[in-house]
Antibody
């Protein structure tokens, strides 16, 4: 059974930094691209970032480019998102999502971790 | 960037009725690149349909997807109580990037 468990969310001041994690199990982690998708309170879904299975290729939404860094440790089956220069508009539930057989869709999602940016 | 527009914003139906949800892209989208997700309150999204019409693992056959080009549809043939939720379409675009529609809420009438 595929399981994705996010952690590390919390309250951070504007301009601050936070790293969130996603522990994966139940599948061959290094085989699949992994993704972060966020959802602001009461709003829709927004793709944030993607990393290839080997970790060598990354992609970012324009809204976070230059501030967020996605990475993975395949020896620990863990995905990370380092978030710097946080803004109020980054407040959201951050979901970890596994890439499907192709990168075009996300077939399993974690339960999310809430990041709140506020003074 | 391709913009995905879903309609209607809210669909009020009774259990047993047919639901038809629309997703329109601002430019043509490959059928391989279109997916649908269901999200219930307080829960993570769940993949329903990928590649426009392929059901994900464990998804009942009352859910079906169709469409091509710029117009795509998710149909729920007979609504069950557990189907009342928000539904999102999503497309994969070159860059690459992934874009979601704003969602359609299916609520009980």
């Amino acid at each position: 059974e595929v399981q994705l468990l996010e952690s590390g969310g919390g309250l951070v001041q504007p301009g601050g930094s936070l790293r969130i994690s996603c522990a994966a199990s139940g599948f061959s982690f290094s085989t699949y691209a992994m993704n972060w998708v966020r959802q602001a309170p009461g709003k829709g879904l927004e793709w944030v970032s993607t990393v290839s299975g080997g970790g060598g290729t990354t992609h970012y939404a324009d809204s976070v480019k230059g501030r967020f860094t996605i990475s993975r440790d395949n020896s620990k089956n863990t995905l990370y998102l380092q978030m710097n220069s946080l803004r109020a508009e980054d407040t959201a539930v951050y979901y970890c999502a596994k890439g499907g057989a192709t990168i075009y869709y996300f077939d399993y999602w974690g339960q999310g971790t809430l990041v709140t940016v506020s003074s | 960037e391709i913009v995905m527009t879903q309609s209607p914003g809210t669909l009020a139906l009774s259990p047993g009725e047919r639901a038809t949800l629309s997703c329109r892209a601002s430019q043509s989208v490959s059928s391989s690149y279109l997916a649908w997700y269901q999200q219930k309150p307080g829960q993570a999204p769940r993949l329903l349909i990928y590649g426009t019409s392929s059901r994900a693992t464990g998804i009942p056959d009352r859910f079906s997807g169709s469409g091509s080009g710029t117009d795509f549809t998710l149909t729920i043939s007979r609504l069950e109580p557990e189907d009342f939720a928000v539904y999102y379409c999503q497309q994969y675009g070159t860059s690459p990037s992934w874009t979601f529609g704003q969602g359609t809420k299916v609520e009980i009438k």
